[in-house]
């Protein structure tokens, strides 16, 4: 059998994958990583390696401390398995795992391969799941490899730390680190991940030079992030943002590690009766999960910071500077990322609420506000005000990430809405493309919705999105064969954007003004 060496692993070199049987006389897909051979499971559409552990785990003295090296083993690891949730509880109704359940021993990943075989190295796409970094997890059905990897890419997801296991920041923390930082440990394993992408993706045929990121809300505040820190530069070529970025949010900022600090300390000590770094290690992971979990709270007491060692600054400042990692960038929004904020309202939108809103927050530019989101019908006043809560919840947040990196970088920026969301559920609110509609899309993943009576345009856009992604991963451009034409995003180009819908096609942006607005009256 003709073999060759690649980063050290003896590979097939079709598809790079260790013969069979060669560690026993196992017919599943082997490969051999930096720290042992896995093996992974063959669906004859592609090979899956789930729950391969990429650093070692972060409890007892690890415990918010940056990951560190994963332990090698001997023989062969069967990853055929989703490794165990990061410890979360229960925020978001729409979370549905596929793995054993919660545990600080949870920083795994996953890699789904074609399983035709490639003569060519495949360009890699690095999921970031969402979760408000509070909650989720790489096993839900709808972010599964499977299908996208079918594009001619390599998949990878991994967990990553949340909630007060990711993002607490205390001054015996930053003492302890030698850099004066603190916070931010679910970041760093998402840094540590790529790091390992570019070590051993290779030996499952992947490229470690041709690397997206992409991911949603805070998997996409996650790749603003990434694109900012000098701790990810040379780990990725390309970058993806579904609804999400760390500048301005009306729910999400980055603050100084010296406030974060304030807070959390604070916030331990008042939920727990206790302040020290010896104290806060010695609690049992379920006890300090109780404490900051649903009901108690909604769970989003810890935040991402300005620590000084992942950021050196806030992230608008780095890009306003042209520090950040200078890569293609494809990113957007949905249509109607407002709506569960409206739908769930007790109190309904009207223009004379609207104009309440207009005057408490914007004073004496409410005049502009009432032109930019009009109601001059009910209509037009549910519509307005469902804008302008999606576009303070996540929306211009993504609008000036994409604006920041056109100011100061060299690469293209490809901008879409999107805008067919699944087909309304007759006895539910009206959510539209809600927030979070798109993923099922992006991974081929409509049936995981299986109460969802699904459309053939749902599913025709679910291909063409398929598409899209891959083809940027693979060359920086998502245009191909078949698909309608998706201009870079410039304002020699009059600022066109990808409406991703029945047909798909793009148009010049005819709420730049609203943007614009929002901008100079959120300016800091």
Same mark, same amino acid.
């Given at each position: 059998m003709n073999t060759k060496v690649v980063h050290g692993s003896l590979v097939l070199s079709a598809m790079l994958i260790l013969p069979l049987g060669l560690f026993g006389e196992s017919s599943a897909p082997q490969v051999k990583t930096a720290s042992g051979v896995v093996e992974g499971k063959d669906d004859g559409r592609v090979h899956s390696f789930l729950g391969i552990p990429y650093v070692a785990p972060p409890v007892g003295d690890l415990r918010w401390k940056p990951p560190a090296a994963a332990a090698t083993w001997s023989g062969v690891r069967k990853a055929t398995e989703f490794g165990a949730h990061c410890m979360q509880g229960r925020v978001f109704g729409d979370m549905n795992f596929r793995d054993s359940g919660g545990s600080e021993d949870c920083l795994t990943l996953n890699v789904w391969v074609p399983a035709k075989p490639s003569k060519e190295k495949l360009p890699v796409m690095v999921w970031i799941y969402g979760g408000g970094f509070v909650a989720g997890t790489t096993s839900e059905q709808r972010q599964d490899g499977t299908h996208l990897a079918q594009q001619g890419v390599i998949v990878v997801s991994m967990n990553y730390r949340l909630g007060v296991f990711g993002f607490l920041a205390h001054p015996e923390l930053a003492k302890e680190s030698g850099r004066n930082a603190a916070g931010n440990y679910g970041l760093l394993d998402q840094?540590?991940? *790529?790091?390992?992408?570019?070590?051993? /993706?290779? @030996?499952? &045929?992947?490229?470690?030079?041709?690397?997206?990121?992409? !991911?949603?809300?805070?998997g996409s505040f996650s790749v603003s992030a990434q694109m900012a820190s000098p701790l990810a530069k040379g780990l990725f070529q390309k970058a993806i943002g579904e609804s999400g970025a760390a500048f301005y949010s009306g729910g999400l900022s980055f603050e100084p590690l010296s406030v974060r600090e304030e807070k959390d300390v604070k916030t331990v000590s008042t939920k727990l009766g206790v302040s020290t770094l010896a104290e806060l290690r010695a609690i049992p992971a379920e006890k300090l999960l109780a404490a900051f979990a649903p009901p108690q709270s909604r769970g989003f007491d810890f935040?991402?910071?300005?620590?000084?060692?992942? *950021?050196?600054?806030?992230?608008?400042? /780095?890009? @306003?500077? &042209?520090?950040?990692?200078?890569?293609?960038?494809?990113? !957007?929004?949905?249509?109607?990322?407002?709506?569960?904020?409206?739908?769930?309202?007790?109190?309904?939108?009207?223009?004379?609420?609207?104009?309440?809103?207009?005057?408490?927050?914007?004073?004496?530019?409410?005049?502009?506000?009432?032109r930019l989101y009009p109601s001059d019908t009910p209509e037009q006043a549910l519509r307005s005000a469902q804008d302008f809560a999606g576009d303070r919840f996540i929306a211009f947040s993504t609008w000036d990430w994409m604006e920041s990196q056109a100011k100061t970088g060299k690469q293209p920026i490809y901008r879409y809405r999107f805008d067919l969301g699944p087909p309304a559920d007759p006895k539910g609110p009206q959510l539209g493309a809600y927030h979070s509609a798109e993923i099922e899309y992006v991974f081929g993943q409509l049936d995981s919705k299986a109460e969802v009576a699904w459309k053939a345009e749902n599913r025709a856009l679910s291909d063409e999105m398929q598409k899209y992604w891959a083809n940027f991963a693979r060359s920086g451009d998502p245009n191909g064969a078949g698909l309608p034409k998706w201009p870079v995003y410039t304002a020699a180009d009059g600022w066109r954007v990808m409406f991703l819908d029945a047909p798909c096609a793009a148009h010049k942006d005819d709420l730049r003004d609203r943007y614009l607005f929002l901008a100079g009256a959120w300016a800091k």
């Open positions: 840094v540590a991940a *790529l790091h390992w992408v570019h070590d051993n /993706i290779a @030996a499952f &045929g992947g490229d470690p030079g041709n690397v997206t990121i992409f !991911g949603e809300s805070a935040e991402p910071d300005v620590d000084g060692y992942f *950021l050196p600054e806030a992230v608008p400042a /780095i890009f @306003a500077a &042209g520090k950040q990692n200078d890569v293609p960038l494809l990113a !957007g929004w949905n249509h109607d990322e407002g709506s569960y904020e409206i739908a769930y309202s007790p109190q309904k939108p009207t223009a004379d609420s609207l104009k309440a809103t207009a005057q408490k927050e914007f004073g004496d530019k409410a005049a502009e506000f009432v």
